[in-house]
């Protein structure tokens, strides 16, 4: 299978899962990271958000076409690199869904059930096409990290989305 195709995703222990685009179950590390004044870096909080969930990789393809399955049991999905026009905005309808990267693909915009993913604690889509994002996000009262650096943002764009969000640390 060609690595250019692959996914990772992070599940919870014991659990079978057939779909790889989701994630759930977060730990409480990262936000010990920012009440101590310490600025956090996204591996820390990915870290942090991550803990306890087992690293499985998939085919990107194959997850795709199997569909949002035994959503409960997954903590975390990289799809970075992947030549993705979109993120299915059903991932964003995931309970527990605590870390999402997306970052190097060819996304244009987020949907506005972004809003939905009230778990999400890390929202990384660097290097993307992204010229706007949803208002929706601001309801993201858990998110700690939105990570937008190498996107087509207007510095108005970032602003709003960081009145919307003041205890997320927004990287432009």
Do not use: H
Not at 77 to 91: A, L
Not at 127 to 154: A, F, I, T, W
């Amino acid at each position: 299978m060609d690595s250019t195709n692959r996914i990772v995703m992070w599940r919870r222990a014991g659990m079978v899962l057939v779909v790889l685009l989701l994630l759930g179950a977060a730990a409480g590390g990262a936000v010990l990271l920012l009440r101590q004044g310490r600025e956090p870096d996204a591996a820390a909080l990915r870290e942090a958000a991550l803990a306890g969930c087992e690293r499985v990789e998939t085919d990107a393809r194959e997850a795709l076409l199997t569909g949002l399955r035994y959503a409960d049991s997954v903590c975390g999905v990289d799809m970075s690199g992947q030549q993705f026009v979109e993120i299915p905005d059903g991932m964003f309808r995931l309970r527990e869904l605590s870390v999402l990267q997306a970052n190097g693909n060819f996304i244009t915009s987020l949907p506005a059930t972004a809003g939905d993913a009230r778990s999400l604690r890390l929202l990384e889509v660097r290097d993307n096409k992204l010229k706007s994002l949803p208002r929706e996000l601001g309801r993201l009262r858990e998110l700690q990290l939105l990570d937008v650096r190498g996107n087509p943002l207007s510095e108005a764009e970032v602003a709003t989305m960081r009145a919307l969000l003041p205890e997320t640390l927004v990287l432009f």
